[in-house]
């Protein structure tokens, strides 16, 4: 084979080489995709308390702590706020900044109490949370206080069998009236009643949810 021969193939070869070289070879260019999620928040908590008594006499006329101050002397009705860590909050009214982690509660008391006596307390149940959520209330095992509660009702219907259901940054009304009746021989002298209900709420999911 002639030294020009060996040549020719050589070029040949190099040749063939390129081409699959060029075959093979490409520009590449990558997309990337990242995704952060986060799970919502169901917090509900109380908002906007307020108390009011009054009394009734023999002949229904009701009376205020203005109108016979000796008379609400030695008697007290009272409410607070209890947040989720369990110490006493003044400022949770329309003040409360971030979710709490625990339960919260509203703490009523009357003491000294009398036939013809009535203690009202008002309240909001607050959805501070980012999901729906609803609301029912159950008596506790040492709830024996049905005697004493006149109307306890929110957003107008009585709380027994209700379900609520409020959408974020929404609220319901809730009314308490305590009545120590006279008509009723169930209420006596230096007895201790106890009012307790447990407000359950859940995750609220609808085939319209927003």
């Not at 036939?115 to 729906?132: K, L, S």
Request: net charge negative; proline share 5%.
């Amino acid at each position: 084979m002639s030294r020009k021969t060996l040549i020719v193939l050589a070029c040949v070869l190099i040749l063939a080489l390129e081409l699959v070289g060029i075959s093979y070879g490409s520009w590449r260019e990558n997309l990337t995709m990242q995704s952060e999620t986060e799970t919502g928040t169901l917090d509900l908590y109380y908002q906007n308390l307020s108390t009011n008594q009054w009394l009734t006499g023999p002949d229904l006329t009701v009376y205020t702590e203005a109108d016979w101050p000796e008379k609400f002397a030695l008697v007290i009705c009272s409410a607070q706020f209890i947040p989720g860590g369990g110490a006493p909050n003044p400022d949770l009214d329309d003040s409360l900044t971030g979710y709490d982690t625990g339960d919260d509660w509203l703490q009523v008391a009357v003491t000294g109490a009398y036939p013809g006596y009535y203690c009202e307390i008002q309240f909001d149940i607050y959805n501070g949370g980012t999901v729906p959520a609803e609301l029912h209330f159950m008596p506790d095992p040492t709830h024996n206080a049905d005697a004493l509660i006149e109307r306890f009702e929110c957003a107008g219907m009585p709380i027994a069998g209700a379900l609520y259901q409020i959408h974020e940054g929404e609220s319901v009304h809730c009314d308490l009236l305590i009545h120590f009746g006279s008509e009723d021989s169930s209420i006596g002298e230096n007895q201790e009643f106890y009012l307790s209900y447990t407000i359950k709420s859940d995750q609220w999911n609808e085939p319209d949810a927003r």
